[in-house]
């Protein structure tokens, strides 16, 4: 099929970007790697009076690391980029484990972070993790700037609280604590497919190596990612343990909200966030005991 009809700009500046935005609001579509946006244009799912491409603003493509030992990403950064780049590796394991499920090498050739962020695809598999990792999202419109904590970003199906005439422009991952090992893990028909069901876990641990805070965040379980926090509650203070592994995977059953599809039924999918999260939380504690081995 084809798109209908719309005018098409490329705007060479961020400034220039937002001044658009602003005049024409929802009526103005961004854009960056297209691997959603124009598929859906033209099955005619979504439909655009303006298409602003912002594939000029180049400075917009970034990995770098404060001196907080936060990691500070360009929305435009390209998924491919995010794959290989060693501070991403070494500082975000969660976000470089996760990267090689996203789709095909081809699409991440061209697929962005922004771009993917603001489709709030709840199969997606970014949106997942910058929720597990407490993310901060820059959004800028020629009004204001404002940051947006990952939690309250994502608001339901394909939406976010970006405002209609704000850009998502930079992501902010808060350096992990000592004693943190983190792990994503979803299940697909085929290598490259929307996955039935995933999960991505944070677990740190104190001292004694009980559990000091944990977070879980599954993908392809309700509107949005969606965090079992009552769940991940009561690992708090506990060992992980297989016991206390098998009680936090079957408290998230009332913490996820599936609707099933032509591949799954919405029991499967239960079944599948189950299983899945015992083997996250399982290899999240192997790589904290393989970091502490490291360094005694």
Avoid at 183 to 198: H, S, V
Wanted: with cysteine.
């Amino acid at each position: 099929m084809k798109p209908a009809v719309f005018d098409y700009l490329l705007p060479a500046s961020l400034d220039e970007t937002l001044t658009l935005k602003a005049q024409h609001g929802d009526d103005a579509k961004l854009l960056a790697g297209g691997q959603s946006l124009i598929a859906a244009m033209n099955f005619r799912l979504a439909q655009t009076a303006l298409l602003l491409d912002i594939n000029a603003l180049t400075a917009l493509a970034y990995v770098r690391r404060a001196e907080d030992g936060s990691l500070h990403l360009g929305a435009l950064t390209r998924q491919r980029q995010l794959e290989r780049d060693p501070l991403i590796a070494q500082y975000a394991p969660l976000l470089h484990e996760a990267m090689p499920h996203i789709a095909h090498p081809q699409i991440r050739n061209r697929g962005t972070l922004g771009g993917s962020l603001a489709h709030a695809d709840p199969a997606a598999e970014l949106p997942v993790i910058t929720t597990a990792l407490n993310a901060r999202f820059k959004a800028q419109s020629t009004r204001r700037e404002r940051w947006i904590d990952a939690a309250d970003f994502f608001q339901g199906f394909f939406t976010t609280a970006l405002a209609p005439d704000e850009m998502l422009t930079e992501v902010v991952l808060p350096a992990l604590p000592p004693r943190t090992g983190t792990a994503f893990i979803e299940f697909a028909r085929r290598r490259g497919d929307y996955a039935l069901m995933g999960v991505a876990a944070v677990v740190t641990l104190d001292a004694q190596g009980l559990c000091e805070q944990a977070r879980l965040v599954y993908l392809n379980a309700g509107a949005a990612p969606m965090s079992a926090a009552r769940a991940a509650e009561q690992l708090r203070g506990q060992a992980l343990s297989a016991e206390t592994i098998n009680a936090v995977s079957h408290a998230i059953d009332q913490e996820i909200d599936p609707a099933g599809n032509v591949h799954a039924t919405i029991a499967y999918q239960r079944h599948l966030a189950q299983v899945l999260t015992k083997r996250a939380l399982a290899k999240a504690k192997a790589v904290i005991s393989e970091q502490l081995s490291v360094t005694s």
